[in-house]
């Protein structure tokens, strides 16, 4: 698994074919209105090691590999069958399934700078947009540089 810190999709080979995934604002609004309850809320439980119900995952991969950017806009029944076949070939089974849905939230930008690398180095997983607390400090020095001159 990785991400292109671009176009924001995280590149998976499954069956022998890569598939990109993307967790677009749309679609993430989607999302929280198929599992009935606010995303925060959802991943808050994840967090807490409290497994996500199947279909939010489902749902979660669907929409992802729907809006990931793939040669053709997959339905969910295509996307059932990739999540089926992905937890078959995955070491962890569930387990990684829930690590990709909190990488796609992570690289989807709406937890900032900070969650983003919080929940990719916990995944084990190299943030390429750089560490946040190294932005800060190239901010202000950048300020501090315009300011005196």
């Not at 489902?58 to 990739?82: M, P, Y």
């Not at 089926?84 to 900032?112: H, K, P, R, T, W």
């Amino acid at each position: 698994m990785f991400y292109d810190r671009i176009t924001r999709r995280i590149h998976e080979e499954i069956g022998g074919k890569e598939y990109l995934f993307c967790l677009t604002i749309g679609g993430l609004a989607e999302l929280e209105d198929r599992i009935g309850q606010p995303l925060m809320q959802f991943m808050s439980a994840a967090d807490q090691g409290k497994l996500p119900p199947i279909h939010a995952l489902v749902d979660a991969f669907w929409i992802a590999a729907r809006d990931g950017g793939n040669k053709k806009r997959l339905s969910r029944e295509e996307g059932e069958k990739i999540f089926s076949q992905y937890m078959e070939e995955s070491e962890n089974g569930f387990a990684d399934a829930v690590n990709l849905f909190m990488a796609l939230v992570a690289v989807s930008g709406i937890l900032g700078a900070r969650g983003r690398s919080n929940i990719l180095k916990n995944l084990g997983l190299v943030d390429k947009d750089g560490d946040p607390a190294g932005e800060e400090k190239n901010v202000k020095q950048a300020k501090a540089a315009t300011e005196t001159e």
